[in-house]
């Protein structure tokens, strides 16, 4: 059974810095690529950023380009999203999900294991 | 940008009717799915690819459309079903673009 159990969030203010981690189990990891997508308060779901499985490609929302940072360990079978000039209207429950196919080239893809999410409150 | 607008936002049907939500689409995409999210709970994937329903997804659950139009359709609805439904392009990357959300509650 695939698991994904994100941890690191918390309470910031407006400025810090805060690093989510995702620990993988129930697959092999490497094969596949990660996202991380969040929910603000009464908000919808909102894409942040993606990472192929090697962890040679990423991309990130406009939002957050240029002070999130994600990466892999594959080793691990661990997703990070590092978090820095974190501002309040980047408050949310951020969940980890993975790509419903393998795929040795990144493609789009949906995303069918998600985990419980890790609420991130900046203020 | 790709834009996907939900319909109707908010929508009543009774225990064993039937639910049809909207996706629409800025542009013509190919691959559609849809999610399925309970509060304090992870989103679920329903649909794929437009009309492939997930592993374990009940066969009331069904997608279908095209181009810029896309249906969920939901019938003979239990109360399990009664959740916030998102649909998502994943065609079109980057962004990975979801619709706002049709929550579904009981009549």
């Known amino acids: 059974e695939v698991q994904l159990l994100e941890s690191g969030g918390g309470l910031v203010q407006p400025g810090e810095s805060l690093r989510l981690s995702c620990a993988a189990s129930?697959?092999?990891?490497?094969?596949?690529?990660m996202s991380w997508v969040r929910q603000a308060p009464g908000k919808g779901l909102e894409w942040v950023s993606s990472?192929?499985?090697?962890?040679?490609?990423?991309y990130y929302a406009d939002s957050v380009k240029g002070r999130f940072t994600i990466s892999r360990d594959n080793s691990k079978n661990t997703l990070i999203l590092e978090m820095n000039t974190l501002r309040a209207e980047d408050t949310a429950i951020y969940y980890c999900a993975k790509d419903l196919r393998p795929a040795s080239i990144f493609e789009g893809s949906c995303f069918d294991s998600w985990g419980q999410g890790i609420l991130v409150t900046v203020s | 940008e790709l834009m996907m607008t939900q319909s109707p936002a908010t929508l009543s049907v009774s225990l064993g009717g039937r639910a049809t939500l909207s996706c629409r689409a800025s542009q013509s995409v190919r691959n559609l799915a849809w999610y399925q999210h309970k509060p304090g709970q992870a989103p679920r994937l329903l649909i794929y690819?437009?009309?492939t329903r997930a592993t374990g997804v009940p066969a009331r659950f069904g997608g279908s459309g095209s181009g810029t139009e896309f249906t969920l359709t939901i019938s003979s609805l239990q109360s399990e079903d009664f959740a916030v439904y998102y649909c998502?392009?994943?065609?079109?990357?980057?962004?990975?673009?979801f619709g706002q959300g049709t929550k579904l509650e009981i009549k």
């Open positions: 990472i192929s499985g090697s962890g040679s490609s990423t």
């Open positions: 998502q392009e994943y065609d079109n990357w980057p962004p990975w673009t």
């Open positions: 690819d437009t009309i």
């Open positions: 129930g697959f092999t990891f490497s094969p596949y690529a």
